[in-house]
């Protein structure tokens, strides 16, 4: 007989739902999808260079028409291999402990980073200078 009373006793997680949940619900549903289409196929531009750089100082630019390989010391003596290849960039090797730079494969749209935190070295492609930024805005 308690068994049957404690079931009386406890709420349906149905009947605590309202129809405000539910719209609220569908709402942010439809927002993340939204913003999930937007981030995938963006508003971003393709790159037109990749700027590397060691330590904060720019080490070299590189147009992404012209397929090359560059290797990059970076602290603590660690080497990066940055390719480019078909106006895409990627770090091929890395000497450091996680190799999470590698990992991260290919970028190709202006905005786009690679790091390699150990060595110090970040790879940030480039594209046309615009007027206004996210920040300005």
């Not at 709420?11 to 569908?26: N, Q």
């Not at 290849?85 to 980073?113: K, N």
Request: one cysteine or more; charged letters at 20%.
């Amino acid at each position: 007989m308690k068994a049957i009373e404690n079931k009386k006793e406890k709420p349906e997680i149905l009947s605590l739902v309202t129809r405000g949940d539910i719209i609220l619900v569908a709402a942010l549903l439809v927002l993340s999808a939204v913003l999930f289409v937007y981030g995938l196929v963006g508003s971003r531009q393709p790159a037109g260079a990749a700027e590397v750089s060691v330590c904060g100082e720019q080490y070299a630019v590189l147009p992404l028409e012209k397929d090359t390989t560059l290797t990059v010391t970076g602290q603590s003596g660690i080497v990066c291999v940055v390719e480019v290849a078909d106006g895409r960039v990627r770090m091929t090797e890395a000497h450091c402990p996680d190799r999470l730079c590698v990992g991260q494969g290919w970028i190709d749209r202006t905005g786009e980073v690679i790091v390699c935190l150990p060595a110090r070295v970040t790879v940030t492609l480039q594209g046309e200078k615009n007027d206004f930024d996210a920040v300005s805005v």
